[in-house]
């Protein structure tokens, strides 16, 4: 018996067929673009982002490009996507602390799976990123030559607000502004329910969005990440990489690791295996998504989902070399296997380490037997409805 097409959107809102759970992306916006997402000229308006507080509070912010000179050099200059915004044609501001402020919505999504991820470079100082006024841990000390990357949660349902703050430091009127460019945020669907992962580093399971307040700061072994080491040997829980300066080990929510816990010392050459386990049972595995990022020294060649190839690669371990990923098929019902092959290239050994970070997922639930039955005898009792209202020269 086939379900008419129009009760088919009924059963997927009562959860008697489950929808995907693939991430939703939300419409958030670079700073300096026009409403269509194009960069904005010399002195022109940003449509998107307000100060909202500070010396100077303006209904919208003013776009600063290469065009104007200085004193973009030693800031670091407009992208393809964005661009700087200052509170005058100037860019010339008070000293004081400024709130830049962009909005927007979760409509239809879980809040508590919504992340928001960028980077962003300031002058001075950048104080922190807010979501609906909340902290987030995500201060800017580099300030204005190179972009910072933050991730931040704390979204709720609607509309909701996107602070930048920063400090312009005395003395006097003088060059201040933020650049945010690869603005993006992702959330899951009402309905959907939350997969346990783990980034690595830490001990306890991420949130809903990915975040993780239980980094393992101290170092120590990772026991959701085991590490085969070339030649398939080992299989061992993974260590915490601390000492190793190169590694961007920033943002709050995970830490690189390897098979010794040291990121000094010279490893074979060839391909590590990090992998990490998860329970399905109780979702459904063909709605299942999951998302994240990674940082690697050297490569991702390739991501696992119970041995199948995702296509997924990787490369840099540097605050700006993160690589977002999704991987939306392959899951399977119960235990699932997910594998990082990482290569540690060269000729001669050389240090080597990996880290996951944001790791968070969801899938629709399996529907209660009951629900089912019922959802059966209601297309069954329609069906016989349809066929007895048929003549009965044509039935015969």
């Not at 490009?65 to 050099?73: Q, R, V």
């Not at 944001?358 to 629900?371: F, H, Q, T, Y």
Request: hydrophobic fraction near 40%.
């Amino acid at each position: 018996m086939r379900t008419p097409a129009r009760v088919l959107p009924l059963l997927i809102c009562l959860g008697l067929i489950p929808s995907p759970a693939h991430g939703a992306v939300i419409e958030v916006f670079n700073t300096g673009l026009d409403e269509f997402g194009n960069v904005l000229g010399e002195d022109a308006e940003d449509p998107h982002y307000e100060i909202f507080a500070g010396p100077v509070t303006l209904p919208r912010a003013v776009a600063a490009t290469s065009a104007g000179g200085f004193p973009i050099g030693p800031w670091v200059a407009e992208t393809p996507t964005s661009t700087w915004v200052t509170p005058s044609a100037s860019t010339n501001g008070p000293p004081g602390d400024y709130t830049y402020r962009t909005t927007f919505n979760v409509a239809g999504l879980r809040p508590e799976t919504v992340v928001v991820t960028g980077r962003w470079a300031t002058d001075n100082i950048g104080t922190d990123v807010l979501v609906n006024g909340v902290p987030s841990n995500n201060p800017n000390p580099a300030q204005f030559p190179v972009f910072t990357p933050f991730a931040a949660g704390g979204a709720r349902a609607g509309s909701n607000t996107l602070d930048f703050v920063l400090n312009n430091a005395p003395p006097g009127e003088n060059p201040t502004g933020v650049h945010v460019t690869d603005l993006s945020a992702t959330g899951f669907a009402e309905g959907t329910r939350s997969i346990t992962l783990h980034n690595t580093g830490v001990s306890g399971p991420n949130n809903p969005n990915g975040t993780n307040s239980t980094v393992l700061t101290s170092g120590g072994t990772d026991t959701h990440y085991f590490v085969t080491t070339p030649g398939g040997f080992d299989a061992l829980p993974a260590s915490v990489v601390l000492n190793q300066p190169a590694y961007f080990n920033g943002a709050g929510n995970s830490l690189f690791v390897n098979n010794t816990g040291n990121g000094q010392i010279n490893e074979p050459v060839g391909v590590y295996t990090y992998r990490t386990v998860f329970d399905l049972t109780g979702l459904d595995p063909s709605t299942a998504s999951i998302l994240g990022r990674v940082l690697v020294d050297n490569d991702v060649t390739d991501v696992l989902i119970n041995g199948t190839s995702t296509g997924i690669t990787a490369s840099g371990f540097d605050a700006n070399s993160f690589r977002d990923f999704a991987i939306e098929s392959g899951f399977v019902e119960g235990t699932n296997t997910l594998d990082f092959l990482v290569n540690n290239a060269g000729d001669t050994p050389n240090p080597t380490a990996f880290r996951v970070d944001l790791l968070r997922g969801a899938a629709m639930p399996i529907p209660e037997p009951s629900a089912a039955v019922f959802a059966v005898a209601g297309l069954a009792l329609l069906a016989l409805r349809r066929y007895k209202a048929i003549p009965a020269t044509q039935a015969a």
